[in-house]
Nanobody
Framework: QLVESGGGSVQPGGSLKLSCVGSGFYFSAYAMSWHRQAPGKERELVAVSTSVGGSTNYADSVKGRFTISRDNAKNTLYLQMDSLKPEDTAVYYC?????WGQGTQVTVSS
């Protein structure tokens, strides 16, 4: 099971930090990822954290603004989002394997 939190409304240029707590699986053994889906658009990959070596990858649209991290001791995946833009507005989901969380809404608007 995956449970996201931390979404909300913020003005352009603001920051939010999303959290995703995993349970029922060996968290540290899995690559974890964040995805988002804006209204009327397909779900897209935002960032990935691999299980080995701690490497990360980002969509071009968020590079330099978003940071994915994980605390395996807490079974928690994070997404620090800075310099937010209106086009970042979406429902954000975490994922491992074929399991998705329920999503958390992020709205960026003035």
């Amino acid at each position: 099971q995956l449970v996201e939190s931390g979404g909300g409304s913020v003005q352009p240029g603001g920051s939010l930090k999303l959290s995703c707590v995993g349970s029922g699986f060996y968290f540290s053994a899995y690559a974890m990822s964040w995805h988002r889906q804006a209204p009327g658009k397909e779900r897209e990959l935002v960032a990935v954290s691999t299980s080995v070596g701690g490497s990360t990858n980002y969509a071009d649209s968020v590079k330099g603004r978003f940071t994915i991290s994980r605390d395996n001791a807490k079974n928690t995946l994070y997404l620090q989002m800075d310099s937010l833009k209106p086009e970042d507005t979406a429902v954000y989901y975490c994922k491992f394997g074929s399991t998705w969380g329920q999503g958390t809404q992020v709205t960026v608007s003035s």
